[in-house]
């Protein structure tokens, strides 16, 4: 099991994610819900298109965090 960072965009209409350590991965939904599924199975196919293509398969490295400012 790996664990890689998504980050979550909310749009005016849909929400977008992606995963900074496995560059082209992406995925769009209606809701948070729909795109949180839709960038579990990205990930999987990902993985596994470079695993069927003999590419390497980059580790986990990124980290998110959310940080409080007064604007």
Do not use: K
Request: aromatic share 4%; charged share 25%; hydrophobic share 40%.
């Amino acid at each position: 099991m790996s664990e890689y960072t998504v980050i979550l965009e909310q749009g005016e209409s849909s929400w977008g994610a992606w995963v900074p350590d496995l560059p082209g991965c992406v995925a769009i939904g209606d809701s948070r819900g729909e795109v949180e599924q839709l960038i579990r199975e990205a990930i999987d196919g990902h993985v596994e298109s470079l695993r069927e293509n003999g590419e390497p398969v980059p580790a986990p490295a990124s980290a998110a965090t959310a940080v409080e400012v007064s604007a």
